[in-house]
C-alpha cells in the first residue's frame, strides 16, 4: 500500500495581470529603508520581498549564453539576471523589476532611492531562491513519501540525503518543461556534484554563526524595530531591537551558541577571552541577559569581566558604551561600542 502523501503548501506566486492594480493610487506605497528594504503601513500589504523572490522564480532565464557563440551559464546571481535575455523584455532582470513596479509605488523624491534599494533586494534574494529551493524540494520529496520534515530539521541534515533523480522528480511549475536541464544544474549544485560550488560552500558552512535563531521571520530590521516600537509604546534604538529580535533559545535540533575567541589589545600586550552566555541579574536586579566573559592572564593575576546593556540602550537610546577593566594592578582598558557595558566580575 503507499504511504499516504501529506498535504504541503505552494510556493508563492506573482499576480496575474488582470488581478494587477489598474491605477497609480491602488498600488501599494512603499517607503525605501536605508540598504535593502522597504517599509510600508496599510493593511492587506504584500510584503515586497514575497513578490520580488516569486518573481525571480519566473523569470528565472535557466540557462544564458553571456558571449556570443560562448559556452552556456547557469542563472545564479542577479549579475546573471541583468544580462541574461528574457522574452519580451530587455532581460531577465528588467522583468523582474517591471513586475514589482506594476503593484508597487514610492513617492517621487523617493524613487532614486527605492531603485537602489530594489537592486540591492534583488541580489540578496536571488541566490537566497536556491537555497530555499533545495529545502522546499526535500520537504515535498518527504510529504509524498508520508513522512514530514521540517525546515529546521532539514537545515540540520536530519532528512535523508536525496540523489538527483530524487530531487528531479519534484521540479517546480517555474522549472519545468523547457528549464529542467538548467534546474538540473541546479539540483548537481545541491548534491555535490559541482566541485566549484562545493568548494564554496564548505567555505561558507565553516564562516557561518551558530548563534541560534530569531523571530523577525521575514521582517527586515528596521520594519521588526517599528512593529514592536509600536508594540511597547515607545521608540526603540537599533541595539534594544536587535537584542530582542536575536536572542530565541534555539531548539533542541538546531545550533547552540559556541564559545569565541576575541583579541583584546591595550599597552600592556595581547590578552584573550573567552565569551559564554550565562543568566545574571543587572546592577539594578532586574533578570536580563548576559555575556560573562573567562579568566584571562594580566600581570600574572587573573582577569574577571562581565558584560551588561547599559541602561541606556535598554531605554532605547542610542548612545552606550563597552568598558573592559582588567585585573588588580591592570590599567582600565575601554572599548566602546553602542549599548553595552563591559564590567569587572567577582564571579569569575
Given at each position: 500500500m503507499a504511504p499516504k502523501k501529506l498535504r504541503i503548501r505552494?510556493?508563492?506566486?506573482?499576480?496575474?495581470?488582470?488581478?494587477?492594480?489598474?491605477t497609480e493610487d491602488e498600488k501599494w506605497l512603499l517607503v525605501?529603508?536605508?540598504i535593502e528594504n522597504f517599509t510600508y503601513t496599510g493593511?492587506?500589504?504584500?510584503?515586497?520581498g514575497s513578490l520580488i523572490g516569486a518573481a525571480i522564480r519566473k523569470y528565472w532565464p535557466g540557462m544564458y549564453t553571456p558571449v556570443l557563440g560562448g559556452e552556456s551559464k547557469l542563472a545564479y546571481t542577479w549579475e546573471d539576471f541583468e544580462i541574461?535575455?528574457?522574452?519580451?523584455f530587455t532581460s531577465a532582470a528588467d522583468a523582474v523589476i517591471k513586475k514589482f513596479w506594476r503593484n508597487y509605488r514610492v513617492a517621487t523624491e523617493h524613487k532614486e532611492r527605492a531603485d537602489v534599494v530594489l537592486r540591492n533586494m534583488c541580489r540578496k534574494l536571488t541566490r537566497q531562491q536556491w537555497y530555499n529551493q533545495r529545502i522546499t524540494c526535500i520537504g515535498h520529496f518527504y510529504a509524498e513519501q508520508g513522512v514530514r520534515y521540517t525546515k529546521p530539521e532539514i537545515v540540520q541534515g536530519l532528512a535523508p540525503a536525496m540523489t538527483i533523480e530524487d530531487f528531479m522528480s519534484v521540479v517546480p511549475h517555474w522549472a519545468d518543461n523547457n528549464k529542467r536541464a538548467a534546474f538540473m544544474e541546479l539540483v548537481k549544485n545541491w548534491v555535490g556534484e559541482n566541485p566549484d560550488f562545493k568548494a564554496v560552500s564548505d567555505r561558507n558552512k565553516a564562516n557561518r554563526g551558530n548563534q541560534g535563531t530569531h523571530t523577525a521571520g521575514s521582517s527586515s530590521t528596521d520594519r521588526y524595530r517599528e512593529r514592536l516600537g509600536k508594540k511597547l509604546g515607545r521608540e526603540l534604538g537599533e541595539m534594544e531591537a536587535w537584542m530582542h529580535m536575536k536572542l530565541v533559545t534555539p531548539r533542541p535540533n538546531e545550533p547552540r551558541p559556541a564559545p569565541e575567541m576575541k583579541p583584546v589589545m591595550n599597552g600592556a600586550g595581547r590578552h584573550w577571552w573567552?565569551?559564554?552566555?550565562?543568566?545574571w541579574k543587572q546592577p539594578s536586579g532586574r533578570r536580563t541577559e548576559q555575556h560573562e566573559v573567562g579568566v584571562g592572564a594580566h600581570h600574572g593575576g587573573a582577569v574577571g569581566l562581565g558584560l551588561w546593556p547599559s541602561r541606556r540602550a535598554l531605554n532605547g537610546k542610542a548612545a552606550g558604551?563597552?568598558?573592559?577593566?582588567?585585573?588588580?594592578?591592570?590599567?582600565p582598558i575601554?572599548?566602546?561600542?553602542?549599548?553595552?557595558?563591559?564590567?569587572?566580575s567577582s564571579s569569575v
Open positions: 505552494g510556493e508563492a506566486q506573482v499576480p496575474d495581470e488582470s488581478k494587477e492594480p489598474a525605501p529603508g536605508k493593511k492587506n500589504v504584500r510584503v515586497p541574461a535575455p528574457y522574452p519580451g573567552e565569551g559564554r552566555r550565562n543568566g558604551a563597552l568598558f573592559l577593566t582588567g585585573g588588580a594592578s591592570a590599567a575601554s572599548i566602546r561600542c553602542s549599548g553595552w557595558e563591559l564590567r569587572r
